[in-house]
């Protein structure tokens, strides 16, 4: 759910679950997981203005940090790209 007062972000953004992981998925992209104790691996850094807006709802929801902390994590390598088919 957005985060910036908006209803909705009509299908662009989803969060998918799968082994203890919340994935955040921005139109085909894997941005990045949360595990259940709040980690987060970056696999992608936003460069469009609607995936900041997803990528900021989904790290008020599921962690603790914000956007700038966001930003000085290092992208991880092993994206599961499997995922995008879903």
Known sequence: ?????????????TVLKGDGLYFLKSYNTIV????EDGKVTKYFQPTTKTTFCHLNSFLEQFTDIDNAQYKNLEIDPNRPELLVAF
Do not use: H, I
């Open 1 to 13: 759910m957005p985060s910036n007062g908006r209803k909705s972000f009509n299908g662009k953004a």
């Open 32 to 35: 990045c997981s949360v595990d």
